[in-house]
């Protein structure tokens, strides 16, 4: 057998070995990571989640809205007394908070916000189709997952990624459960039957049920972590937009999302050091409580990036303060960094995509945004 033969059967076989081993082509690569992004549709308020006790400004603008007894994680911010899996991240250095962070559209619509967050463009119509998808199309092989009933804006684009929502009951009449009770309740089996089959349709109806954030998350982290799963995925969550009794709602919205980052974490497993997901929101709100206990829609928000690769456990971002001449249009805190920057290194330092393809193919016209530095584990 001469030289070249030899060369090209050997070309082969290695070729025949990658092919059936997927994930030996990543770690041959050593681009074996995943990247989760998750959207909280709405506008968190930024302030609420990581409340800058420290600042003196906080307390006057957010009076009896102010968080109770905040979880002191540095000495100027503490995070919502509801994340306390996120709390035992940060001290893992495993979450990274990251201040006054937005995409750069910067006016007050969710919709269009949402927009130009999922098309990665600076503007709501920038781009019929998203960054992420972009992104997967980008890559060598791999896929992209969406845990949503349809596909997002954020990963269109791409022939390999996919969406999935499971098949969900239809409401059920409440007036025709009521009728239905006395014909169950005379056998004490079929009426504890009947009784937890209506307090599962109201969680549900309400969305509290078994597939809430937690749920999705969990779902998304578990067929990302597979061999040959996908490596970007998309998780979305509504229900953030607070313009009135804030301090109830992000009680529990806060706990939903504490308890999602601790069940991705836990469907992640052994991918879990290989892992960045970044929890994000389309803008930021008012720094001032309003009349009805709620904040209304401003600029610049916060993300946060969790996972074994991150070098979490400080406060990333610039920190412009909250005294009057400090805030955007003296209401709002201001935006001090753009949400592609942030993206853009993931891209590169953690999925393994060139910064060629990253700046002409997923944030075309995005070159004076430099990629935010720091934030990978070593």
């Known amino acids: 057998?001469?030289?070249?033969?030899?060369?090209?059967?050997?070309?082969?076989?290695?070729?025949?070995?990658?092919?059936?081993?997927?994930?030996?082509?990543?770690?041959?690569?050593?681009?074996?990571?995943?990247?989760?992004?998750?959207?909280?549709?709405?506008?968190?308020?930024?302030?609420?989640?990581?409340?800058?006790?420290?600042?003196?400004?906080?307390a006057r603008l957010r009076g009896e809205g102010a968080v109770d007894d905040p979880i002191r994680i540095d000495a100027s911010f503490g995070l919502h007394p509801a994340l306390q899996q996120a709390a035992m991240m940060y001290r893992a250095r495993e979450l990274l908070p990251i201040v006054a962070i937005a995409p750069p559209y910067r006016e007050r619509?969710?919709?269009?916000?949402?927009?130009?967050?999922?098309?990665?463009?600076?503007?709501?119509?920038?781009?019929?189709?998203?960054?992420?998808?972009?992104?997967?199309?980008?890559?060598?092989?791999?896929?992209?997952?969406?845990?949503?009933?349809?596909?997002?804006?954020?990963?269109?684009?791409?022939?390999?990624?996919s969406n999935w929502w499971p098949p969900l009951p239809k409401d059920v009449d409440p007036q025709l459960l009521q009728r239905l009770q006395p014909l169950y309740a005379a056998d004490p089996r079929l009426s504890e039957t009947f009784e937890r089959s209506t307090h599962a349709a109201t969680m549900a109806r309400d969305g509290k049920g078994a597939f809430a954030l937690p749920e999705a998350m969990r779902i998304a982290a578990q067929r990302m972590s597979a061999v040959d799963g996908p490596r970007i995925g998309f998780v979305e969550d509504s229900g953030w937009d607070t313009h009135r009794n804030q301090a109830q709602v992000l009680q529990r919205k806060l706990a939903e999302l504490?308890?999602?980052?601790?069940?991705?974490?836990?469907?992640?497993?052994?991918?879990?050091?290989?892992?960045?997901?970044?929890?994000?929101?389309?803008?930021?709100?008012t720094a001032a409580i309003n009349g009805t206990g709620g904040t209304d829609h401003g600029t610049g928000g916060m993300a946060l990036l969790c996972g074994g690769a991150v070098r979490g456990g400080r406060?990333?971002?610039?920190?412009?303060?909250?005294?009057?001449?400090?805030?955007?249009?003296?209401?709002?805190?201001?935006?001090?960094?753009?949400?592609?920057?942030?993206?853009?290194?993931?891209?590169?330092?953690?999925?393994?995509?060139?910064?060629?393809?990253?700046?002409?193919?997923?944030?075309?016209?995005?070159?004076?945004?430099?990629?935010?530095?720091?934030?990978?584990a070593a």
């Open 1 to 58: 057998m001469d030289a070249q033969r030899r060369g090209l059967l050997a070309a082969f076989g290695a070729s025949a070995l990658l092919t059936l081993f997927p994930g030996a082509t990543r770690a041959a690569t050593g681009h074996d990571t995943r990247f989760l992004l998750v959207l909280l549709r709405g506008g968190l308020d930024g302030l609420h989640l990581l409340p800058p006790y420290a600042d003196p400004a906080c």
């Open 109 to 161: 619509s969710h919709f269009d916000a949402q927009d130009c967050l999922e098309n990665g463009t600076a503007s709501p119509t920038g781009a019929r189709d998203g960054w992420l998808g972009r992104c997967v199309q980008a890559m060598p092989g791999g896929a992209g997952f969406a845990v949503a009933a349809v596909m997002p804006l954020a990963l269109r684009g791409s022939d390999r990624a």
């Open 258 to 285: 504490d308890q999602g980052l601790a069940a991705a974490r836990a469907g992640f497993g052994a991918a879990w050091p290989r892992t960045v997901i970044a929890v994000v929101t389309e803008f930021g709100r």
């Open 315 to 376: 406060i990333g971002g610039d920190w412009p303060g909250l005294a009057p001449a400090q805030l955007n249009q003296g209401r709002d805190l201001r935006a001090t960094s753009d949400l592609r920057g942030l993206f853009k290194s993931v891209l590169t330092e953690h999925i393994g995509l060139a910064e060629s393809a990253v700046e002409s193919r997923v944030f075309p016209g995005s070159r004076a945004v430099a990629p935010m530095a720091g934030w990978r």
